[in-house]
């Protein structure tokens, strides 16, 4: 029970305090894809909602499954259940889910489909995501944070270009070639992702990261000017007007070159794909991942002995535990309250 007598201290958020490097109590833990459909309750609100993105914009449900895994699990975090592509579909961009094909959408591949899209601030898709952060944040304990999201303007931009296919060759093209229409773009969508983050941090998100799930496609002068300074802009974008809200950035995939990403100014901490060494960081920067989503499936034991290697790896004042990439369908849920359980016996 929470104490409320006089002198009783509120109970901080771990995360939130190794964000902000302040002492946290506990490594922080919290998974991506945490919400999803290896859970069964999350399968039973989905098959009540419909489609996928009649949940994403339900606030009632979205918020319903965003605090799921947090019942289950002694976790610091939720993630906004929500997805990437909110922000071209706000824009007017036609998406769909299909069933085990993954999005659908209509393609931008002029200067005049970019000039046909609306700004994001205000539209009803935005506004129902708010919605599901307040009703999420009225949800949670007061240590338990709420990190909303956005996907990256690379990645949102390889989708839109190539109309969801996961061939981004169409978008590696453009950008190779410089063409206005997709330099155009790619500025866009950095103006529209500040506002939507701007707006979950109106909305009570804690925290926000940046998800740039094909950065790795990307290398050179390339992978600077079309993955890490547009991310670089969106930091400074939101961090003007929400200056203490911190910032994780996710380029997964970049290798080596996740020393850019944790050089960004402002940028309060990086996530880290699996097949990169968390001692091999500077070690001024706070790190988050990265254990194999794979290893979930292979059972608990393997799982806390990759969990007592990652832990003993980085000191947990600057780690917050995470996966190297979401949960995998399949996952047995009581192997993810394995990894838990290791994080937290490590720590003791």
């Known amino acids: ?6 002198g009783t201290a509120a109970p901080r958020s771990a995360l939130l305090d190794v964000l902000n490097r302040k002492p946290a109590q506990r490594r922080p833990i919290w998974f991506m894809r945490q919400a999803g ?3 069964p309750e999350y399968r039973a609100v989905r098959e009540k909602a419909g489609s996928f993105l009649d949940l994403c914009y339900n606030p009632e449900l979205a918020a319903e ?7 289950r699990y002694d976790l610091d975090a939720a993630i906004l259940f929500a997805d990437i592509l909110v922000v071209p579909h706000a824009m007017g961009l036609p998406v769909t889910f299909a069933e085990g094909e993954g999005p659908v959408l209509g393609t931008v591949r002029s200067r005049e489909d970019l000039d046909r899209l609306r700004q994001v601030a205000g539209t009803y898709e935005v506004n129902q995501v708010c919605r599901t952060v307040s009703l999420t944040r009225a949800q949670l304990a007061p240590n338990q944070a709420l990190i909303g999201f956005c996907g990256a303007p690379w990645t949102v931009a390889s989708y839109m270009v190539g109309g969801g296919s996961s061939d981004r060759v169409m978008a590696k093209v453009a950008a190779y070639q410089r063409q206005p229409w997709f330099c155009a773009l790619i500025d866009r969508l950095v103006k529209e992702s500040v506002d939507y983050l701007s707006a979950q941090g109106d909305a009570g998100a804690q925290a926000v990261q940046i998800f740039d ?5 990307l290398v050179g002068t390339e992978l600077e000017e079309f993955v890490m300074k547009p991310v670089a802009d969106i930091v400074a974008g939101v961090k003007e007007r929400h200056p203490a809200l911190p910032i994780i950035v996710f380029a997964r995939g970049v290798g080596m070159a996740q020393y850019k990403a ?3 100014p402002g940028a309060n901490a990086i996530g880290v794909e699996t097949e990169f060494g ?3 960081l500077p070690k001024d920067v706070v790190v988050q991942g990265n254990l194999d989503p794979v290893a979930l499936l292979a059972g608990s034991e393997v799982v806390a002995r990759e969990v007592g290697r990652i832990c003993s790896s980085i000191d947990r004042q600057r780690h917050i535990f995470n996966l190297g990439h979401g949960i995998r369908l399949g ?7 394995a990894v838990v359980e290791a ?4 720590d003791e």
């Open 1 to 6: 029970m929470m104490g409320t007598g006089k």
């Open 37 to 39: 459909r290896y859970l």
């Open 65 to 71: 499954v965003t605090v799921q895994p947090l019942r």
């Open 213 to 217: 799930s094909w950065a790795g496609d």
């Open 262 to 264: 944790a050089a960004i």
């Open 278 to 280: 968390l001692a091999d």
């Open 331 to 337: 996952t047995d849920p009581s192997v993810v309250g």
């Open 343 to 346: 994080v937290r016996r490590h």
